[in-house]
């Protein structure tokens, strides 16, 4: 299956919203999206349903503080769905909305200056339309540009993340089956490694399995960035490990691969006890993360790997409301 419509249907998708104003962009996504579409955004949108929902919740207050939205996309590819035994299709884009911050978003400050917004979006078409999508963007990381940032500098890079070394990752056309197939199995084995990891003599065994040892983790703001195998243990996986206790594996929505990428998303992906000292926080209540995580194949390992977590839903539930007051100009 080339998923060649789903394609198509995304990018006009893409093209609609690219034309969109605050007041058009309901209509510009009922071109494309089913009437009872079932949205998941990150906090404070959560969950919406239809077009219009979609539109009040984030396109609107978004386009009124954005100026200039150009979609600077770095992944584009599609699949089945694994966790429906193959069943429905799926495309996945990856990249940034770039835009003058010209008014305030969600009680961030503007800055008249270019603002790149991190997304991972995930859409399941059925019968020629989108029916389903999980939206993901790194909010933290834009009140980081604009000079408004809650936490403490963490271990791990912060700046706006390129994509792929290899710059192949927009797969608008068909690619071999095999491909994906070995993707998809890769990451499947890695999955398997993290539930094992304590049967492995210690975190450079369990990585080196899966993983090149150049590898790229392009983590979300709050974490940060890291580079090859040793870096990536000692300024995030160390910390998440020994900070965040009783973690629970929930499982995942979508998870599905084309060519050499691939990537998941779960709502929640995993529950964990705050122990203190993750992301420079106290210790906290239980609570969830909703994640998606990216990949990039080079051979038999993965080379690169983009993650987008909900902090400011995992904070919440914590009691830690990270987002700035809001006024009227916000909505």
Same mark, same amino acid.
């Given at each position: 299956?080339?998923?060649?419509?789903?394609?198509?249907?995304?990018? @006009?998708?893409?093209?609609?919203?690219?034309?969109?104003?605050?007041? +058009?962009?309901?209509?510009?996504?009922?071109?494309?999206?089913?009437?009872?579409?079932?949205?998941?955004?990150?906090?404070?949108?959560?969950?919406?349903?239809?077009?219009?929902?979609?539109?009040?919740?984030?396109?609107?207050?978004?386009?009124?503080?954005?100026?200039?939205?150009?979609? &600077?996309?770095?992944?584009?590819? @599609?699949?089945?769905?694994?966790?429906?035994?193959?069943?429905?299709?799926?495309?996945?884009?990856?990249?940034?909305?770039?835009?003058?911050?010209?008014?305030?978003?969600?009680?961030?400050?503007?800055?008249?200056?270019?603002?790149? #917004? &991190?997304?991972?979006?995930?859409?399941?078409?059925?019968?020629?339309?989108?029916?389903?999508?999980?939206?993901? =963007?790194?909010?933290?990381?834009?009140?980081?540009?604009?000079?408004?940032?809650?936490?403490?500098?963490?271990?791990?890079?912060? #700046?706006?993340?390129?994509?792929?070394?290899?710059?192949?990752?927009?797969?608008?056309?068909?690619?071999?089956?095999?491909?994906?197939?070995?993707?998809?199995?890769?990451? =499947?084995?890695?999955?398997?490694?993290?539930?094992?990891?304590?049967?492995?003599?210690?975190?450079?065994?369990?990585?080196?399995?899966?993983?090149?040892?150049?590898?790229?983790?392009?983590?979300?703001?709050?974490?940060? @960035?890291?580079?090859?195998?040793?870096?990536?243990?000692?300024?995030?996986?160390?910390?998440?490990?020994?900070?965040?206790?009783?973690?629970?594996?929930?499982?995942?929505?979508?998870?599905?691969?084309?060519?050499?990428?691939?990537?998941?998303?779960?709502?929640?992906?995993?529950?964990?006890?705050?122990?203190?000292?993750?992301?420079?926080?106290? @210790?906290?209540?239980?609570?969830?993360?909703?994640?998606?995580?990216?990949?990039?194949?080079?051979?038999?390992?993965?080379?690169?790997?983009?993650?987008?977590?909900?902090?400011?839903?995992?904070?919440?539930?914590?009691? #830690?409301?990270?987002?700035?007051?809001?006024?009227? +100009?916000?909505?």
């Amino acid at each position: 299956m080339t998923f060649q419509p789903e394609k198509t249907l995304i990018r @006009a998708h893409h093209a609609a919203l690219r034309r969109a104003t605050p007041d +058009s962009v309901a209509r510009a996504l009922a071109e494309h999206a089913s009437p009872d579409w079932h949205w998941r955004g990150m906090h404070p949108w959560h969950e919406q349903h239809g077009p219009e929902a979609v539109a009040a919740a984030f396109w609107h207050p978004f386009l009124r503080a954005m100026s200039r939205v150009q979609r &600077r996309e770095d992944v584009f590819f @599609a699949g089945r769905n694994q966790i429906d035994d193959f069943q429905s299709v799926w495309v996945v884009s990856m990249g940034h909305l770039m835009a003058l911050f010209d008014a305030p978003f969600l009680g961030i400050l503007p800055t008249r200056r270019i603002a790149m #917004l &991190r997304y991972a979006e995930f859409h399941r078409i059925d019968g020629g339309r989108i029916v389903e999508t999980a939206f993901f =963007c790194d909010l933290l990381h834009l009140m980081r540009q604009a000079g408004q940032s809650p936490l403490p500098t963490q271990t791990g890079a912060h #700046l706006v993340q390129p994509g792929p070394a290899t710059h192949d990752g927009v797969h608008d056309g068909p690619t071999p089956p095999a491909e994906g197939a070995q993707t998809l199995e890769l990451i =499947c084995r890695m999955i398997g490694a993290i539930n094992d990891h304590r049967a492995y003599s210690g975190p450079e065994e369990e990585l080196a399995l899966n993983w090149h040892e150049d590898m790229c983790w392009w983590g979300p703001e709050g974490i940060g @960035a890291t580079y090859t195998i040793p870096r990536y243990i000692d300024q995030h996986q160390r910390p998440f490990r020994t900070q965040l206790a009783d973690r629970a594996f929930n499982g995942h929505v979508a998870r599905l691969a084309e060519g050499s990428y691939g990537g998941f998303f779960g709502w929640p992906n995993l529950s964990l006890t705050p122990l203190g000292g993750f992301m420079g926080l106290p @210790a906290g209540p239980r609570a969830d993360m909703r994640v998606v995580d990216i990949y990039r194949r080079d051979g038999d390992k993965l080379a690169e790997n983009w993650i987008f977590i909900d902090m400011l839903h995992f904070l919440n539930m914590q009691g #830690l409301d990270l987002l700035p007051p809001r006024t009227a +100009s916000d909505h």
